[in-house]
């Protein structure tokens, strides 16, 4: 009989049922309704025991009184190192002889002290005259107390609550409690078990022993929510960590409950249990600060895990993938003053998220030099990432294509503002580059009517370069069609003669084929092209049988020459 009733308990088959019930939030009550059964003796096959301790000075209930996330977060703090410290031995177990025995003055040996067939709460009011053994959560036997002392274990408890309690139901919702009633050591065979919480849990493993029987919740906010989640994680209910995860989602977030669900306990029953609600915040971080540039003193004041969710985004707006690695850099430098840390998060962590195929080859030689990096890391990531610049279109895609569902995006690129070039160097027998510009169909689309979307610069000479695709209005014949130029970055009194040539690729034969040539003497923040690069309307550009979109990209280039 043993053997068949610790198969049918077994969390390993237990947990899949959790899933089709209130596992899944809110809704009809399943057929696994017990709450008629909850604290009743008619029910039970045993009782147990909460001892109830204090918290740390200065320490409330992490629910009580805290009518925000923000509240919640700030007891959240002051308590973790506290519940760190305790949490091997905050659950102790105690077999029926060896009951903590908390006498009153005129009672002898303790008898009467707790009447297993009340439900009422037995409340301590002075200390006690002795203790007998217990034992901890890992089985190890506490020393007895000194005569005429008192032991600070048992002075500590606040009050006693007895739960008459089914070990079947709660086996089948919870591993701790399944090892709990079956380990075979002679408590798991005791009628009585005991638990030890502080007074912050309290309410919240009442209200989590009723979901094991009831699947419901009579917590509605988010701190009563998050405490909730907290003891069900100790505990190892996941049904209920599933079920306060979807209510948590439904309600409305903010960069502070972001931030705040991101930094809860990182165990594996966590990740597992509460991924839905860290993928919100994490998609909630990325939307609200999707246009970097724009919020970055916030940015730079999130914490690692906030950071992280922003530069993890596809869909970041930000001018190139250079402005993300320095952007990385300051952050870093920032909360890591010492540079041992400093390269350690940046190795691990943060270094993962830099795009580093998309940077421009001038700052990739940059990336060499900095000390902030692990040298062998910089050469690794430089090398890996001019490999991909070399490789075919095709193979690109592909690469990409196979990092989708990995956490990693490397090879993916972001929704830059200024679009990604390949550029070609030549310093003999002139300088020269060629410089290579892709656009894809949707891209060229948003330019209608009057939009243009600018490259990356390019440097040829030590001047910086780049490219710009209108849709501009024909001076001629007035109709919109597609335009390219070039222009110089830098402004002021420096001038630079340049020749330069548009070609762009074109059906049938899929060749670059010349469109313009020409001539220009650059001064500081001047442009130069041609508003019609094609000599035809927008609507003949953009048509499906176009002769210059040739897998929905069209594929424009630039050769610059300096002039002798």
């Given at each position: ?169 709660l086996a089948a919702k919870s591993p701790f409690f399944y090892k709990l009633f079956s380990n075979g ?341 001047k442009a130069v092209g041609y508003r019609n690069l094609f000599s035809i309307p927008w609507t003949a ?24």
């Amino acid at each position: 009989m043993r053997d068949s009733n610790a198969d049918l308990f077994d969390p390993r088959t237990i947990m899949d049922s959790d899933c089709a019930t209130a596992g899944l939030g809110p809704g009809p009550v399943s057929d696994s309704d017990f709450a008629f059964a909850f604290n009743d003796s008619n029910f039970s096959d045993r009782v147990l025991r909460i001892e109830i301790i204090p918290d740390l000075p200065e320490t409330k209930s992490d629910g009580d009184g805290c009518t925000s996330i923000a509240d919640w977060a700030r007891n959240r703090k002051r308590r973790r190192e506290d519940i760190k410290k305790d949490s091997a031995v905050d659950v102790l177990v105690h077999c029926e002889e060896q009951i903590l025995t908390c006498s009153m003055p005129d009672t002898e040996d303790g008898e009467g002290y707790v009447n297993q067939d009340e439900e009422a709460v037995a409340m301590i009011e002075e200390s006690p005259s002795g203790v007998g053994n217990h034992l901890n959560k890992r089985g190890d036997e506490a020393a007895p107390a000194s005569d005429g002392l008192w032991s600070m274990d048992c002075s500590a408890v606040l009050r006693v609550k007895t739960i008459h309690i089914s070990s079947p139901i709660l086996a089948a919702k919870s591993p701790f409690f399944y090892k709990l009633f079956s380990n075979g050591m002679r408590e798991s065979e005791q009628r009585q078990v005991t638990l030890r919480i502080h007074a912050s849990e309290e309410a919240a493993l009442m209200d989590l022993l009723n979901f094991m029987y009831s699947n419901t919740l009579s917590a509605t906010t988010s701190p009563a929510l998050l405490d909730v989640l907290m003891a069900a994680d100790k505990f190892e209910v996941a049904s209920c960590m599933r079920y306060c995860s979807r209510l948590l989602r439904s309600m409305p977030m903010s960069c502070e409950s972001a931030l705040l669900y991101l930094d809860l306990p990182s165990s594996v029953l966590m990740a597992d249990a509460v991924q839905p609600l860290t993928d919100a915040a994490k998609q909630f971080l990325a939307a609200r600060y999707k246009d970097i540039t724009k919020f970055q003193d916030e940015v730079l004041n999130l914490p690692l895990a906030g950071v992280e969710a922003v530069l993890s985004s596809d869909d970041l707006q930000v001018p190139s993938e250079d402005a993300v690695y320095d952007f990385v850099l300051k952050w870093a430098r920032t909360h890591y003053p010492k540079l041992e840390d400093r390269r350690e998060v940046l190795g691990l962590r943060l270094g993962r998220l830099i795009r580093f195929p998309y940077m421009t080859c001038r700052k990739l030689r940059k990336v060499l030099t900095c000390n902030d990096f692990d040298p062998e890391l910089t050469s690794k990531v430089v090398l890996e990432a001019l490999f991909f610049k070399a490789e075919p279109p095709y193979r690109q895609r592909s690469l990409a294509a196979d990092e989708a569902s990995t956490r990693y995006h490397r090879f993916v690129e972001r929704a830059y503002k200024y679009r990604p070039v390949k550029v070609v160097e030549f310093e003999l027998p002139r300088q020269q580059c060629v410089v290579y510009l892709d656009l894809k169909r949707e891209e060229c689309s948003l330019l209608f009517p009057t939009g243009r979307v600018y490259s990356q610069a390019f440097h040829l000479g030590g001047q910086g370069f780049f490219l710009s695709a209108h849709c501009n209005m024909d001076q001629q014949s007035s109709f919109h069609c597609f335009g390219l130029f070039l222009g110089m970055q830098e402004k002021g009194s420096v001038t630079f003669a340049v020749d330069y040539e548009f070609a762009a690729r074109s059906k049938p034969t899929e060749e670059y084929v010349s469109k313009y040539k020409g001539n220009y003497t650059f001064t500081g923040g001047k442009a130069v092209g041609y508003r019609n690069l094609f000599s035809i309307p927008w609507t003949a550009f953009m048509a499906d049988d176009s002769l210059y979109f040739i897998d929905g990209v069209v594929h424009l280039r630039a050769e610059l020459t300096i002039r002798q």
